[in-house]
C-alpha cells in the first residue's frame, strides 16, 4: 500500500514552503515505513529550496536530519521490527558495487548516491525529504539511534555530526592533535564538542566575541577572534589539524597560515560562489594540505551515532513548528539560532487531523 503523507514544499525558488500532500512508495520487501517525530534543518535545505545551487528539483520537499519510529517493514528486513527509534540521514540509496560503495563509503558512489530529498529517480519524479509525516527508505540506508532520550537533538547528528565526524576520524584526530574549528554554527559547534570527546586541543575561531563563552562550554580549550590579527598571529604554525565550517567565501589563506608544517585545512561549508584562490606558497612552504569532506558513509554514520551516545553527545537545538519553517529559514541567515532549528513533526501531523 502507498502511504500518504502531509508535507511541506516550496514550488519554486521564490516561494515560501507550505503544506503539500504526497504519496510515499509502496512497501518493498527490503524497506521500512517510518513515522518522522523530528526533522532538523540544514543550511543545504535553505540554499536547495531557493535554487542557490542551480540544481533544484521542484516541488521541493527538504530535511535530511530524521527521527521516527518504524512503522512497518518488508519481509526480507533482518535489522529492524516495528516500534524501533531510527534515523535516516541525507542518502537513500547508492550504487551499491563501486569502488566507494563496496568500502563503506557510499557517500563518494562513483556513479551519485541517491540524497533523501532532491536527486531524480526517473523522468517525472524526484526524492521528498523529511519536511513531512512518513517515508519509506531501504533497510540499508536506515540507522539503528542508541540515544535514549533527547531525540529531537539527535536529529542533526544525521548531517551536521557525521559532516564534522567524518574528517576529524579520517584525519585520525586525538589526544596528540591541535584542531581548529573556523566557525560556531550548527556545523562548528558539533565540530568542538566531537574534536573535544576525542582528546584533542580544540580552537575555536569566530568573528563575534559573544560566542567566547559558548565555545568554552562547549569543549573549546581556546576562543579566537579571527578578525583580531594579534590573536591570530598567536596560532601561526601551531595546529595540526583545520575543519573550516564557513559556508560564504573567505580568504583561506588567513587559516592556512596557521598550520603546522603537514598540516590540512579541511572545508565542509559549501558557499554558493567560491572562494578566492589560496596562495600557492602558503601551502609549498610547509607542506600543507587544502581538502574537503563531504557526509560520511553509512558504517562511519552508525559509528558517529553509537560514539555520540557513549559520549552523551547531542545537538543545542531550538525546536519549531512546522508551519515556522519559512520564518526559521530568514533566521539561519541572520545566524539567529543556536545551533539548530528542529521541526516537531507532531505540528505537521495535527494539520493530517
Not at 527509534?85 to 540509496?93: A, E
Not at 526524492?127 to 542508541?146: C, D, L, N, Q
Amino acid at each position: 500500500m502507498t502511504h500518504t503523507a502531509a508535507a511541506y514544499a516550496t514550488h519554486a525558488a521564490d516561494k515560501p514552503l507550505e503544506l503539500y500532500a504526497i504519496k510515499r512508495r509502496e512497501l518493498g520487501d527490503q524497506d521500512i515505513a517510518i513515522d518522522i517525530l523530528y526533522c532538523g534543518v540544514c543550511h543545504s535545505d535553505l540554499h536547495t529550496a531557493r535554487n542557490e545551487w542551480g540544481n533544484t528539483l521542484y516541488p521541493c520537499i527538504p530535511g535530511h536530519e530524521i527521527i521516527g519510529t518504524v512503522t512497518a517493514v518488508g519481509r526480507d528486513v533482518k535489522s529492524f521490527k516495528v516500534g524501533d527509534t531510527v534515523g535516516v540521514g541525507c542518502m537513500v540509496d547508492s550504487c551499491g558495487h563501486c569502488s566507494a560503495c563496496k568500502t563503506g563509503e557510499e557517500n563518494y558512489c562513483e556513479h551519485g548516491f541517491i540524497m533523501t530529498y532532491n536527486s531524480a529517480l526517473s523522468e517525472n519524479t524526484h526524492t521528498f525529504g523529511g519536511y513531512s509525516t512518513k517515508i519509506v527508505v531501504a533497510e540499508k540506508f536506515v540507522f539503528h539511534i542508541p540515544h535514549q532520550t533527547n531525540l529531537a537533538a539527535v536529529a542533526p547528528l544525521l548531517c551536521a555530526g557525521i559532516t564534522m565526524y567524518s574528517p576529524l576520524r579520517h584525519w585520525k584526530i586525538d589526544s596528540g592533535k591541535k584542531v581548529g574549528i573556523v566557525g560556531l554554527g550548527g556545523l562548528g559547534h558539533m565540530g568542538v564538542k566531537l574534536a573535544h570527546a576525542m582528546g584533542a586541543y580544540v580552537v575555536l575561531f569566530t568573528t563575534s566575541a559573544s560566542k567566547i563563552a559558548d565555545g568554552k562550554s562547549l569543549g573549546a580549550d581556546e576562543v579566537v577572534i579571527s578578525k583580531d590579527p594579534d590573536q591570530m598571529a598567536t596560532q601561526v604554525n601551531s595546529l595540526d589539524f583545520i575543519l573550516n565550517t564557513v559556508a560564504v567565501p573567505h580568504n583561506l589563506d588567513t587559516y592556512l597560515n596557521l598550520l603546522k608544517r603537514d598540516g590540512t585545512m579541511c572545508l565542509v561549508g559549501a558557499p554558493a560562489t567560491p572562494h578566492p584562490s589560496p596562495e600557492a606558497f602558503n601551502l609549498i612552504a610547509k607542506r600543507r594540505s587544502l581538502a574537503g569532506s563531504l557526509i560520511g558513509g553509512l558504517r562511519e554514520t552508525q559509528e558517529m551515532l553509537n560514539f555520540c551516545a557513549d559520549h552523551d553527545i547531542t545537538c543545542d537545538i531550538e525546536m519549531i513548528a512546522m508551519e515556522d519553517i519559512n520564518q526559521a529559514y530568514e533566521r539561519m541567515l541572520k545566524n539567529d539560532v543556536k545551533y539548530r532549528f528542529v521541526i516537531d513533526m507532531q505540528t505537521l501531523r495535527d494539520k493530517e487531523k
